[in-house]
């Protein structure tokens, strides 16, 4: 595309654009200082717990905890050392394709994912939910469902990306 057919931002689309950039990287900031804080794991350890905790069996192939964690295999492969080391996560061959791996939740690793939820999810409620309206939620809702509907997800469902 030249430059003369680059659609560019509306002043408007670009000050809706700038804070929602803003909001997610200071958002994203602050859930991760409170869990290094108060759970000694950085936001992508938990965003790994949970997404394990959701799944069947509390395990998934590495493949796909990578793509709904939208992490390379290597970024993921050393987060998941990472939480072996601390006995959360363990890795299991697959029996039926010798060239994919599990990833699989462990007891520890559930307790620790479990004493991390209340001050996540405090949070998530203090930066996030506790400054909307209930309209506004649905609205942010809405939004995030046509977004995700534009990247590919079916019908906007981040149930569709997220196991469980």
Known sequence: MS??????????ELEAWLSYVAA???LEGALDRQLQRDAGMPHAYYQILAMLSEAPDRRLRMSELAAITQSSQSRLSHAVARLERNGWV???????DRRSTFAQL????FAALAAAAPGHVC???RQLFDRLTSEQVRQLHEITRAVLSGLGVAGGDARDVLPG
């Open 90 to 96: 363990r890795r299991k061959p697959c029996p039926e």
């Open 24 to 26: 997610t990287t200071l």
């Open 123 to 125: 949070t998530v409620r």
């Open 3 to 12: 430059g003369d057919e680059t659609r560019w931002l509306e002043p408007d």
């Open 106 to 109: 462990t007891e520890e690793g």
